[in-house]
């Protein structure tokens, strides 16, 4: 037979941490947790008391049954005549003695069910009670804090305004002293920025200028070079138109002789075919036909 377990006694009431808005949660879902195992463990072992009570039940039925089975046995041997009435004695002490041991264990488990059952109510009970006492204690608290929070809050917020106030002043007269200190050093600063542009200016200037006579130097040289080569060329050029105009010349003269020396050739043979064509018969009517005169010599080209 199973020995049901003997529930644990009830927990003391737990002290928690105060919180800012009540007790400290962690700690309180930490004792539910412990109390909602507590409460299982305890349904537990009266299940398992339950059960020990109904195995208890079986045990006595199957007592019974053998009882049952054992008095029909009896009484089948004492209708029969060898020796029935010399063993009827001692067969009704033991079923005697079977039928108290059965009684008992039937009263001991139907006490141990029943002490289990109630302790296992009793510690359920005290222990939902303590539950619902530390979650209302819990409220409280809370409520309490949430209202002093409230308080202290609105002193803070009070404190908080007027140091707003301060602190808007405070930093108004650091813009303005910023303004005035950015004024300045934007001044100091366009200062510098005009003198560092001015000597700036000055040197490219200056650069310019030296870059613009070496130009005007370079371009005045090349100027004069190319003059010297156009003034070179001219005279070269001079040159060749004279001796051009000789040779021109020469070549005038020589075609004058030349075409003299044709006039003179031509004439010269236009004489020599005169002279040298046969004279012809003179007409029957005594007209004599005039000799050709002969042709004029050319002009000379010019």
Known sequence: MVAPE?????????QFAVGVRGYNQRQVDE?????????RETARSRDEAVATSSDLTKALAYAQKELAETKAALARMSSSPSGAGAMAERVRMMMQ?????????????EADAASTRDQADKYAHETRR????LAKDAEEERA?????AKGEIEKLNAAAGAKRVEQAAAAERARKEADAKAEAAAAAARQEADRVAAEELARKKKAFEDEYAAKRKAFEDEVARKQQETESALTSARAQQTEADRNRKLALDLRKKVAERIAATDVAVQEAMRLLAPVEEAPSNGDRKPSPAPAPAPAAKG
């Open 97 to 109: 003695l079977a039928e108290e041991e059965i009684a008992d264990l039937r009263a001991a488990a």
């Open 6 to 14: 003997k529930p644990q006694s009830a927990p003391k009431t737990t």
């Open 130 to 133: 303590t539950a619902d006492k």
């Open 31 to 39: 004792r539910l947790a412990e109390l909602t195992k507590e409460m």
């Open 144 to 148: 309490r804090l949430l209202s002093e």
